[in-house]
């Protein structure tokens, strides 16, 4: 047993030294600060593998933790994962469960890895549709690691874009008119006609109520399962985002796919940040 173990144990050194070298070279050149990915294809992965639905979601749950210490290695400090969209709730209620079991226990492996690394955990997405457990889980972790910086890990759950957006603009809406209300109460000589511009919602107030105001617009967005839609996925993030779709469901996402993804992007490095100065 011990003969069978070394030869795979030395495999796995090298294969890791491999990796940290690619890596290395990598970052030599123009880097994206944030990744994005739809997690797409997790059923496909065990239905082709002859494996139960609920063992592709624990494949691609450990494919994302994989794809953390990546960008982690790579010094790409923003990952963003759409694991659980509202639309999914339309699911069959067992596969259902098996994703809220799976977003707990990958609640308790990061609370076990922030206590080692300085990683932010932020969940986004209209949280109330969550038990009132996974709930409450999510609000302490997101409070536990709030002030790290070193890396941001935001995981999407009951999210879409359109609610972001609306959310958004009730929240402006409200803090306008709470503003508006207690400045009027508190300043007898209060004008109206000279706090009409005060009151209007800009584009700053909007985006600093968003479910994604934690970090920068994604540099690219990866979609697996060779799928090409945005499936109402960080669609006002993403005007200037690269968008790489890959013919491999996201449990078998790796370190080479994603290097080659990088690639990709420094290859149009240029093109991308003039695109950004035009706005």
């Given at each position: 047993m011990e003969e069978e173990s070394l030869p795979?144990?030395?495999?796995?050194?090298?294969k890791t030294l491999v990796r940290k070298l690619v890596f290395r070279v990598?970052?030599?050149?123009?880097?994206?600060?944030h990744i994005a990915v739809i997690?797409?294809?997790?059923?496909?992965?065990?239905?082709?593998?002859?494996?139960?639905?609920?063992?592709?979601?624990?494949?691609?749950?450990?494919?994302?933790?994989?794809?953390?210490?990546?960008?982690?290695?790579?010094?790409?400090?923003?990952?963003?994962a759409y694991a659980f969209s509202t639309d999914n709730f339309r699911r069959k209620p067992q596969?259902?469960?098996?994703?809220?079991?799976?977003?707990?226990?990958?609640?308790?492996?990061?609370?076990?890895?922030t206590k080692h690394q300085p990683v932010r955990v932020?969940?986004?997405?209209?949280?109330?549709?969550?038990?009132?457990?996974?709930?409450?889980g999510a609000r302490k972790l997101m409070e536990a690691t709030a002030d790290y910086s070193?890396?941001?890990?935001?995981?999407?759950?009951?999210?879409?874009?359109?609610?972001?957006?609306?959310?958004?603009?009730?929240?402006?809406?409200?803090?306008?008119?709470?503003n508006h209300s207690y400045i009027r109460?508190?300043?007898?000589?209060?004008?109206?006609?000279?706090n009409d511009r005060k009151d209007t919602i800009t584009l700053v107030d909007i985006e600093k109520h968003m479910y994604m105001a934690v970090t920068p617009e994604p540099d690219i967005l990866i979609?697996?399962?060779?799928?090409?839609?945005?499936?109402?996925?960080?669609?006002?993030?993403?005007?200037?985002t690269q968008l790489a779709s890959l013919p491999i469901d996201f449990p078998e996402l790796n370190s080479w796919q994603l290097t080659w993804v990088i690639l990709d992007f420094q290859r149009n490095y240029d093109y991308l940040a003039r695109k950004k100065l035009q706005r």
């Open positions: 795979r144990k030395i495999f796995t050194v090298c990598l970052r030599a050149g123009p880097m994206p600060s997690m797409d294809g997790n059923r496909r992965y065990a239905k082709r593998n002859r494996l139960n639905e609920g063992a592709g979601h624990d494949a691609g749950a450990m494919a994302l933790f994989y794809l953390i210490t990546y960008c982690y290695e790579l010094g790409i400090k923003y990952i963003t596969e259902v469960g098996k994703i809220m079991s799976l977003l707990r226990e990958s609640m308790a492996l990061l609370t076990k890895i932020h969940f986004a997405g209209n949280l109330e549709l969550l038990s009132a457990e996974l709930r409450d070193k890396i941001v890990v935001t995981i999407c759950v009951c999210y879409c874009c359109s609610d972001e957006i609306l959310n958004s603009v009730e929240e402006s809406v409200l803090e306008k008119y709470y109460d508190s300043h007898n000589d209060y004008d109206d006609n000279n979609r697996t399962a060779h799928e090409h839609r945005l499936s109402n996925f960080l669609q006002w993030q993403t005007s200037y």
